[in-house]
């Protein structure tokens, strides 16, 4: 099983990291004894969305991308909520909202690891999609709003589309 580390980068940004870049070793402490691989969680304190929607979508879009495994393990609530410079009530809201949906475990005193790369439907495949698309609808009302062109939208898509479904 693979333990997780994170770790502070500035002010108003954080960046937890739950596996040691190669590209960048000197940003964290590695432990010896854990099995260290690439990836990272970034939680602006300066962005309108709040903290625990950052933490859940970004534990979420690493999940979904394959950069946090079945079997990993994520840093203990206290020691993530520490280095973010978070509340830990947020830090375990969020750990709670995944394993809600089947994608974390938690046991007092073991830690909480991911269970599943695939959420438990939480209801009928209907209002599941919907959801979703509301979703993408914000996503791409906001690149309207910020003036992106429709091709700079599509591509940006595009290329979260492949990023996630690159294995598929």
């Known amino acids: 099983m693979r333990k997780t580390r994170s770790g502070p980068v500035s002010p108003t940004e954080h960046r937890g990291f739950l596996k040691a870049p190669p590209h ?53 609530v206290r020691q993530l909520a520490a ?7 947020t830090v375990a809201r969020a750990y709670r909202e995944l394993t809600d ?19 438990r439907a939480s209801g009928p495949k209907v209002e599941e999609r919907k959801r979703i698309e509301a979703g993408i609808a914000a996503a791409l009302g906001d690149a309207k709003l910020a003036g992106l062109t ?15 479904w690159k294995h598929a």
Not at 26 to 53: G, K, N
Not at 83 to 89: Q, S
Request: proline residues 5%; without cysteine; glycine residues 8%.
């Open 24 to 76: 960048e070793p000197a940003l964290l402490v590695i432990v010896a004894e854990y099995d260290t691989i690439a990836i990272m969680l970034t939680i602006s304190l300066a962005s309108p969305v709040p903290i625990h929607d950052q933490l859940v979508a970004g534990l979420r879009g690493l999940i979904a991308a394959g950069q946090l495994a079945e079997g990993d393990e994520l840093p203990p």
């Open 83 to 89: 280095d973010l410079g978070i509340n830990l009530n």
């Open 101 to 119: 949906a089947g994608l974390l475990a938690s046991a007092r005193g073991r830690g909480t690891i991911v269970i599943a790369t695939v959420e």
């Open 150 to 164: 429709r091709e700079v939208a599509e591509s940006m898509a595009a290329r979260q589309i492949e990023r996630l």
